[in-house]
Structure formats: structure tokens, C-alpha cells
Nanobody, 121 residues
């Protein structure tokens, strides 16, 4: 069974930085894409950043220039470096993996349990 375990969330003052990590464990044949989503209070879950297997990255406009996504394919780990944090970045951040567990299996979405990021003034 594939599991995603996030770490690195916490409380930080506005303007500060945090680094999130997400490690995939268990059986995985192919990772197509990994990424981060977030859900703030009263909001729907939204995409933050993604990184494909060819290292192509994409960011939401709200974090572009402040957040950087990276991955270590050997460790099956994705990172999110968050700089210049704003109050509106407060949310639960979820790790996402798109891939398949076996050669003949279907591509699926997998989610971590979420890690809280709180930005204070």
C-alpha cells in the first residue's frame, strides 16, 4: 500500500519561511507527478505547485516567486520551500502523488494526511 507522509508544517510569522517534505513509501512502479495542494479555512482545496517526472514544475499565481517545489526521485520525496509567507498562506497542506503501483495498474491519485501551516502577523 502506498503512503504519503508529510512533515515540516508549523507556526511562522509573516515574512518567514518553512520547508515541507513528503515521502512516499510502499509499492510504487511509476510516479508521473507529485505536488502540493492546500485548503484554507472555508476554502476549497487548491493546487499550490507540482513537479513532473521530467522535473517540469508549475505553480499557482498566488505562490509564484515565493515557493519552490523540488523532488528527490531516489528517495521518492517531494519538498516545498516556502519563503516570504503571508497570512493568506495559512492552510492545511496536502501532498499528492499521481502514479501507479504496478506495471499493468491504472494511474491513481494518492494523498497525504495533511500538515498545518499557520502564518501569524
Amino acid at each position: 500500500q502506498l503512503q504519503l507522509v508529510e512533515s515540516g508544517g508549523g507556526l511562522v510569522q509573516a515574512g518567514g519561511s518553512l520547508r515541507l517534505s513528503c515521502a512516499a513509501s510502499g509499492s510504487i512502479f511509476r510516479i508521473n507527478r507529485m505536488g502540493w495542494y492546500r485548503q484554507g479555512p472555508g476554502n476549497e482545496r487548491e493546487l499550490v505547485a507540482t513537479i513532473k517526472s521530467n522535473d517540469e514544475t508549475a505553480y499557482s499565481d498566488s505562490v509564484k516567486g515565493r515557493f519552490t517545489i523540488s523532488a528527490d526521485s531516489a528517495k521518492k520525496t517531494v519538498y516545498l520551500q516556502m519563503n516570504s509567507l503571508k497570512l493568506e498562506d495559512t492552510a492545511v497542506y496536502y501532498c499528492n502523488l499521481q502514479g501507479r503501483q504496478t506495471y499493468s495498474g491504472s494511474n491513481n491519485n494518492y494523498w497525504g494526511q495533511g500538515t498545518q501551516v499557520t502564518v501569524s502577523s
